[in-house]
C-alpha cells in the first residue's frame, strides 16, 4: 500500500509523491499520467554505475509496459559526477538521441543524480518534464521534493542550477535495502533537520523512533519519509524560489557542513555528516545569539547519536572554514548567515558577524 503525498506550490502544477514498498514496477503508467503523455512517448532514464545494475532494468520495464520508448545514461558514481563536463555530455548524448521537447527526464538514484538529471532537463531544449525516482533515504527525504537542482564548481558546491520541479517522485522505500550504512546514516541527519524545524510533534515522535529508523525497520522509515515530504511541501509552498527567506530553514546545518565537505574533499564526508556537524555548531551558536536552552542542545545530540551519527573527528583552522563559508552561496553580501533555533519549531535566519563566528569556530576546533 502506497502513501500519496501532494506538492502543491503557486503557479506550479500540483505533483504527487508515491512512498512505498515495490511501487518502482508500476510507476510506468503513473509518469505517462503525471506527464501527461497519450500514446508513446519517450523517456530518458538518468542513473548512476551504482545504481544501474540494481533498478534500471526495472524501470525501463516499467515505462516500456505503459508504451514509452525508453533510453539511459550511466554516469559514474559520486559527487565530483556533479560537474559542468559531465552535464555537458548528458546535453550531448539528449541531443544525440533525437529527444524533443515532450521527452521526460527520470532521474533514477540519489541525490547526485537527481540534482544532475533534474538541472538536465531543466535545461535541455529550455526545459522538459522531470521525475525523481529516488533510491536513497536522504532523496526520498529532501532533493527529490522542491525542484532544487544543481552542479558543483571548484569554487563550492551546488553553485549552478535552477528551480525545475518535478512532474512526479516514485519512493519505492524496497530500493532503500541496498543502501550502505554509512548512506543510510547520510539520509537520517535530514530527517532530524527536519524534525528540529518542524515542530515538537515530529521532534519527540523522532525522539521516540530513532532506534527503529537506524535500525530500518519498515514501518517507522516509510512515516518518517512522509513526515519530511509534507515539512517540505509546506516550506517551499511558501517560498518556491527561496526568496522569502522561509525556505532558508531548510540550510538549517549547512553552512558548516558545506564547508565541512568541501574543505576535507568531496566523498571524505557524506552531506549528511556534514548536515549533524553543522546541526551541532548551529545549535550552540544559538545559545549565545537567539537563547537557545542549553537543554535543546543536549535533545538534539542524543537524536543525532541515536541515529548513529557522532561528532566528527575532523577540523580545520578557523579562518579557512569561514573563507569558505563565505563563498557557499546562501552567503550575501560577502556575509555569512545561519538557521539559528531557538528551540523544536522555530528559528531564525541571522546574519554572523566575522568575529563571533572566528570565536564559535576556535571553540570547536578545540573540542576535537
Known sequence: MATKVMVDIPDERP???RIGAGILAGSGSHVKQACGIEGAGRALIVTDSNVAPLYRDAARASLAEAGM??????VPAGEETKSLEVLGEIWEAMAQLGLGRDCIVVALGGGVVGDLAGFAGATYMRGVKVVQVPTTLLAMVDSSVGGKTAINLEAGKNLVGAFKQPSYVCADTDTLATLPEREWRCGCAEVAKSAVIDSDEFFFWMADHAAAIAAREAEAVSEAIARCVVFKADVVAMDKTESKG???CLN????????????????TF???????EGMRFAARMAIDLVGAAPEFVEAQDELL????????????EPEVLLDAMKRDKKARGGHVRFVLPRDVGEWELVEVDDATILSHLRTWVEGK
Not at 69 to 74: E, G, H, M, N
Not at 270 to 276: D, K, L, P, Q, S
Open 15 to 17: 505533483y504527487a509523491v
Open 69 to 74: 520508448r525508453v533510453s539511459d545514461i550511466v
Open 246 to 248: 522561509v525556505r532558508e
Open 252 to 267: 538549517y546545518g549547512h553552512t558548516l557542513g558545506h564547508a565541512v565537505e568541501k574543505l576535507a574533499g568531496y566523498g
Open 270 to 276: 557524506t552531506h549528511g555528516e556534514g548536515v549533524a
Open 305 to 316: 547519536d541515536a541515529l548513529g551519527l557522532p561528532p566528527l573527528a575532523w577540523s580545520a
